[in-house]
């Protein structure tokens, strides 16, 4: 037994339970939830899907880049130093990954190929499993 770990990769970073995702998984309106939780990654990936579904990719990018952003100040306090797995089997980290996918999403929309290809990079490093498990394979 190591006291040590992997001393070549960083550990696993996983977020707390954030709040705000037991309303959004109860029903509860994304906006008033942002409104009300606005440092919730999973509920500003939830406005962003919702726009991409309906075709709005402006909006879609500017609540997936905040959710995006918000999710990267949660893991640099968690401990991240900007590389390293979040895993997508912890609940709590999807908020994030939500929120990459759908900036990836609203990003090939516009056809920023190096956004896109930053995006993906940044998910499939996180985690091999998320971009499979957010319909981006």
């Not at 918000?70 to 590389?83: C, I, M």
């Not at 990836?104 to 985690?127: H, M, N, P, Q, W």
Request: with cysteine; net charge negative.
């Amino acid at each position: 037994m190591s006291l040590h770990g992997n001393l070549l990769e960083p550990d696993d970073t996983r977020l707390p339970v954030d709040p705000a995702a037991a309303e959004i998984d109860g029903g509860a309106d994304p906006a008033a939830v942002v409104a009300a939780n606005p440092t919730s990654s999973v509920a500003w990936a939830t406005l962003a899907e919702r726009a991409l579904d309906a075709g709005d990719a402006v909006s879609a990018y500017a609540f997936a880049r905040t959710g995006y952003h918000r999710g990267l100040d949660q893991l640099r306090r968690n401990g991240w130093k900007g590389f390293g797995p979040v895993p997508w089997a912890h609940e709590p980290n999807r908020g994030f990954l939500r929120a990459c996918g759908a900036l990836l999403r609203a990003a090939t929309e516009f056809g920023e190929a190096d956004e896109v290809e930053r995006l993906r990079t940044l998910i499939s490093d996180s985690d091999p499993a998320a971009l499979p498990a957010l319909g981006l394979s």
